[in-house]
Each structure stands twice: as C-alpha cells, then as structure tokens.
Antibody
Framework: QVHLVQSGAEVKKPGSSVTLSCKAS????????VTWVRQAPGKGLEWMGG????????NYAQKFQFRVTLSADESTTTAYMELRALKTEDTAVYFC????????????????WGQGTTVIVSS | SSELTQDPAVSVALGQTVRITCQGD??????ASWFQQKPGQAPVLVIF???QRPSGIPDRFSGSKSGNTSSLTITGALAEDEADYHC???????????FGGGTRLTVL
C-alpha cells in the first residue's frame, strides 16, 4: 500500500526559508508525480505546484514560481519543497500528494496524500 | 483569472441526499476532482475525472458535470460524511490547478 510521510512542524522567521520533505513508501517515482498543496488556518486548499521526478520537470503556480523549488531524490523516494522569503501569510499546513503519471495530462488523479506539515512564520 | 466557486456551507438531514456544487469557466473544458477533508486530517479523493470513484469510496458518493458546473452528490448521507468538501480542476490555461473554496457539510 502506498503511503506518504511528511517531515515535522517548523517555526520560521519572516524572510527565512523552509524545506519540507515527503517520503513515499510502497511506491516508486517512476509511476507518480508529486504535487504540493497548502492550507492556511481556516482556509481552503491552495495548489502550489507539481514535480515529475522521472523527467525532472516542474510546474509552479504563478503565485509561487519565484519562491518555491520542488525536487525529489528517487533513490530514497523522497520529495522536497523549498519555500523562500517566508512571510507571515505562509503560515499553513503543507501537504504533498502523489499523482498517477498516466493521469498527468488529463484528470490529474491525486491518489495519496501525506499527513501534512505545519509551518508557522512568526517574528 | 480562473476560479472555482463553492457554497461555503451546506446541511443535510441524516439519510437524505445532498448535492454540493462547484462552478467555474474552466470546468467546461477540464475534469473535476472532489476531496473530503475531516478536521485535522489530510484530504481524501472521493471523485476524479468528473464521475469516477476511487476504490474504497462508498457508492453513495457520485459525481456529475454539466457545462461549467461540477457536482458531488451524497445519497443517504451518514453522520460520518460531515466534513469539508473541496473541488479541484485546472485553470483556464490548462497548465495549472486550482481548488474551490471548500464547502462545509453538516449532517443534521
């Protein structure tokens, strides 16, 4: 069974950076892409971007394209999300999810989600 | 810019049927997915490709689409269905993804 485990909570200062990890078990990155979604307190879900490890291709939401970097280490089946120049508005729970590769170009099936990582940005 | 619009809150009596809608121009051209999220938990995919149900999702959950509106219907709502429901699709360019604001479902 495919399972995602995300790294622990982070507390950061404004202007700093954070790197979150997302480790997959029961799956390889040959058949999945990884997408990142965040949720501010009391708010809805917000898509940040996606990464296809097998071809090392990224696709960022316009809002984040200059501040976020997505990557992955296929040998450890771990995906990473770096967010730079943190603002207090970046306080949120950050989720990773696996997307079935066969669905990337059409219905983008986000089949498995990590448990989420809380990031608090505060001075 | 693209956006997906959902009603913030909907309620349904136990055992009755409820439809949750998601409206947006991009839905005319692209597939919709629906996610269920309970407090403090990660979202769970309940509908993909407008109408498909992942394995393990009860058949009381169904999806449909008409024009620029996607709908999630729960037939015979149970207390355990009380949750936030989020729709998701592509933006007008087709290159990026976006979520609706979410609908909080209360089962009375």
């Amino acid at each position: 069974q495919v399972h995602l485990v995300q790294s622990g909570a982070e507390v950061k200062k404004p202007g700093s950076s954070v790197t979150l990890s997302c480790k997959a078990s029961g799956a390889t990155f040959n058949t999945y892409a990884v997408t990142w979604v965040r949720q501010a307190p009391g708010k809805g879900l917000e898509w940040m971007g996606g990464f296809i490890p097998i071809v090392v291709t990224t696709n960022y939401a316009q809002k984040f394209q200059f501040r976020v970097t997505l990557s992955a280490d296929e040998s450890t089946t771990t995906a990473y999300m770096e967010l730079r120049a943190l603002k207090t508005e970046d306080t949120a729970v950050y989720f990773c999810a696996l997307v079935e590769m066969a669905t990337i170009l059409d219905y983008y099936k986000m089949v498995v989600w990590g448990q989420g990582t809380t990031v608090i940005v505060s001075s | 810019s693209s956006e997906l619009t959902q009603d913030p809150a909907v309620s349904v009596a136990l055992g009755q049927t409820v439809r949750i809608t998601c409206q947006g121009d991009s839905l005319s051209d692209f597939y919709a997915s629906w996610f269920q999220q309970k407090p403090g938990q990660a979202p769970v995919l309940v509908i993909f490709a407008n109408i498909q149900r992942p394995s393990g999702i009860p058949d009381r959950f169904s999806g449909s689409k008409s024009g620029n509106t996607s709908s999630l219907t729960i037939t015979g709502a149970l207390a355990e269905d009380e949750a936030d429901y989020h729709c998701c699709s592509r933006d007008n360019t087709g290159h990026h993804h976006l979520f609706g604001g979410g609908t909080r479902l209360t089962v009375l």
